[in-house]
């Protein structure tokens, strides 16, 4: 469904087998006449101008950790306290950062906060893109959990019925997503944590379901962004489809988190009701946004446009080629870009993720939706996060610096890679610039060259066997180009045949 998690199914396939192609959140009360005021205000926070007129975000994104890469400590942790996992995790001999192919494991993700906390600076809050959970989460826990009980795993049909395992399970996935809530807390201090739910922040895999969005909706909300956002419209909401908005005080910002992950076509029979329920809540708050007088950060984890990475390997053979594999459904995709069209100017940050690569997509004139690249580097990228320069006077994001974790030397820390001003020499709002870029990758060499070694945080590489990632080239470099500026399927077939 996505450039790298196709379409999974809760097939409860047994461990050793994590699959490479499966589809696949306490602030302190003083944030809000503190932190955000500052944002208001003026105060520092300009991340490399020099000049006092922006304030940074961080912003990092599809986490997927594995709890399991040292299974010796599964029975220990499931039978501790999330507050104990760190001291478990800490008696592994496995201290090396997961490698290329692998998911986010502790040594990788206390490496990775450290990261935004060295680089952050006075941002007055953290966004976090989605997606918590490993792969294959629930069929890597049951695969030990029947081991430990000397027992081969059951049939997908017989682990349903077990209601002991699936109680433990979502125990164990619970349990996970606090573990992680509080190490980015200790990370980041009090300012508060704007997230959405990815495909893998549920029980199987697919997509929320509603037991864990009730179960986990109180959590999400006292680890996260307690004190930015209404406590009641906050459960209504996030129980109810998993989204929310929030407007910190004092910041002239309206965030609303959407949850994107029912918006895949092969959901469409199930979660219709729910979508058309969500995008009416989309633009009823965009209106209140814009009564208001605020800007509004719209985030989300799937993008709309192609599913770049299907197209590239299954549908693209030529010039000639007349499909691609989009992301959500185009009814869908067509009434979220109507109501965007509603609001001209509105929305001065978009952010996504769930692709784990460094790119852009300009979904509506004037918006451009920025890709996160991701934390795991299950897909052979380096990886990576983004700390953005926003403007003062606008809200809108001026600059990000990318920064990596390049694991071909595994250094000590986290580096900056580069900064998107000086490396594609582009200047003033990021909008209008990546506009600008989009147009000049058609035929600019060198801007291509440095989107490429971009696209994977540094690391141009491809996975063997079970799940080849095909590296950009000459050959499939129109359906990376045409994917940027792009949305719907015709249009972006047409693009790939006049390329």
Known sequence: MNNHDSKRRPDFRVVGDPGRRDFLRYTAGTFAAVSMATLAAGCGGNTDTGQGSTFPVAVFSDIHFNPYYDTKLFNQLVLADPSQWAGIFNQSTLTAPSAWGADTNYPSLVLALAGVKQTMGDSPLVIFTGDILGHYFSQTFF??????????????????????????????????????????????????????????????????????????????????????????????????????????????????????????????????????????????????????????????????????????????????????????????????????????????????????????????????????????????????????????????PVDYISFNYELASNPKQFNRYYTFADAYALQGPLDSSLVQLSSELATNKDKQALYRAHYFSGHNYSIPANGTFKQIADANWPVYYCGSGKMSQQEFVNCMKSY
């Open 143 to 396: 695969g030990l959990y029947y081991a430990g009980l000397g027992r081969a795993v059951p049939s997908a049909a017989d682990i349903v019925k077990d209601t002991t395992a699936v109680g433990a399970m979502e125990a164990f996935a619970d349990n996970t997503l606090s573990f992680f809530m509080d190490l980015v807390r200790s990370s980041v201090g009090s300012v508060p944590v704007m997230f959405v739910l990815g495909n893998a922040d549920s029980y199987l895999g697919l997509s929320p379901e509603p037991s864990f969005l009730a179960k986990n909706a109180e959590t999400f909300y006292a680890k996260f962004v307690k004190g930015a956002v209404d406590h009641t419209e906050f459960l209504t909401t996030f129980k109810s489809g998993g989204y929310y908005s929030a407007e910190p005080a004092g910041s002239g910002v309206m965030v609303i988190a959407l949850n994107t992950t029912t918006f895949v076509p092969y959901l469409k029979a199930l979660e219709q009701g729910a979508v058309d329920a969500e995008l009416a809540w989309l633009d009823a708050r965009l209106a209140a946004a814009k009564a208001a007088g605020k800007k509004v950060w719209l985030l989300m984890h799937v993008p709309p446009g192609a599913d770049i990475y299907t197209t590239a390997t299954t549908d693209f053979k030529s010039n000639q080629t007349s499909t691609a594999t989009m992301m959500w459904d185009p009814a869908d995709q067509a009434t979220f870009l109507q109501i965007v069209a509603k609001y001209p100017g509105l929305i001065a940050m978009t952010l996504a993720a769930h692709t784990h690569m460094d790119e852009f997509r300009i979904y509506a004139p004037g918006n451009v939706l920025e890709i996160t690249p991701s934390i795991t580097p299950y897909f052979g990228n380096n990886p990576g996060f983004r700390v953005f320069s926003i403007a003062k006077d606008t809200l809108k």
